[in-house]
């Protein structure tokens, strides 16, 4: 947009330039002095807007990050600890070592201190509210999340090392790291099915939409079974 007028003192003329408006002062002589206006085109005012949301994650990242802190400390009393599992449906947290603690995720109260299952790994099918606890009795000890109790106590291979649960088909699958086998657990019935697998597996995955489990070993090339 140009707008030129007769060249008479203090007359004024603009001219958009580059996303702002150069406002001539034409004088006497037809001097000209530029007096550059900032002109909001789109893309300034997305760049402006682009500049405003970074600036604002920024502040909210800031203030997540700093407001971090440790809520509470609890005394266990175990002499050791191995591994925590959560159940996000009834906000209980199990810790696991020479037995089972369980906490209250509202109170952070322990409600609960289970005996006798000691626990090298944990996995929770939060449909069933059970939780099976791997011992270091070639055995699975299997915990109703509603009485705190083992429920059964389920034999499987040597030295199991890792458990994982498919909340689709409720079945439980645990590396046996010494048998070089995985036992699959029928959470309805606790009967057990074997499947041999590689030199010494230690961890699995599982695949709950697709119903495939994954297991790596350490002895054949770090081999993927499923």
């Known amino acids: 947009?140009?707008?030129?007028?007769?060249?008479?003192?203090?007359?004024?003329?603009?001219?958009?330039?580059?996303?702002?408006?150069?406002?001539?002062?034409v004088g006497l002589l037809g001097a000209k002095t530029e007096i550059p206006v900032y002109l909001e085109n789109e893309t300034m005012r997305a760049l402006r807007l682009a500049l405003l949301v970074t600036f604002f994650v920024c502040v909210l990242s800031s203030i997540l990050t700093f407001g971090q802190a440790v809520l509470t400390t609890l005394d266990l009393g175990l002499q050791q600890v191995d591994v925590a599992a959560v159940n996000t449906v009834t906000n209980r947290?199990?810790?696991?070592?020479?037995?089972?603690?369980?906490?209250?995720?509202?109170?952070?109260?322990?409600?609960?201190?289970?005996?006798?299952a000691n626990s090298v790994a944990l996995a929770i099918?939060?449909?069933?509210?059970?939780?099976?606890?791997?011992?270091n009795c070639?055995?699975?000890?299997?915990?109703?999340?509603?009485?705190?109790?083992?429920?059964?106590t389920v034999t499987v291979g040597h030295n199991p090392v890792a458990v994982a649960v498919n909340t689709t088909t409720n079945k439980i699958y645990v590396v046996n790291n010494g048998s070089n086998t995985v036992t699959v657990i029928d959470g309805?019935?606790?009967?057990?099915?074997?499947?041999?697998?590689?030199?010494?597996?230690?961890?699995?995955?599982?695949?709950?939409?697709?119903?495939?489990?994954?297991?790596?070993?350490?002895?054949?090339?770090?081999?993927?079974?499923?």
Not at 3 to 19: I, Q
Not at 99 to 113: F, K, P, Q
Not at 190 to 210: E, H, K, M, Q, W
């Open 1 to 25: 947009c140009r707008s030129l007028g007769p060249a008479k003192e203090n007359n004024y003329a603009l001219e958009s330039l580059d996303g702002y408006i150069w406002v001539y002062s």
């Open 93 to 116: 947290i199990y810790i696991g070592g020479g037995s089972v603690t369980v906490i209250d995720g509202a109170t952070n109260n322990i409600i609960a201190n289970i005996s006798g």
């Open 125 to 135: 099918n939060p449909t069933t509210n059970m939780i099976y606890s791997v011992g």
């Open 138 to 152: 070639s055995c699975v000890y299997v915990i109703d999340g509603v009485s705190n109790t083992v429920q059964a």
């Open 188 to 226: 309805a019935t606790n009967n057990t099915t074997t499947v041999s697998v590689g030199g010494a597996p230690t961890v699995l995955a599982i695949n709950a939409n697709t119903n495939k489990i994954y297991v790596v070993d350490q002895e054949e090339s770090g081999g993927i079974y499923h």
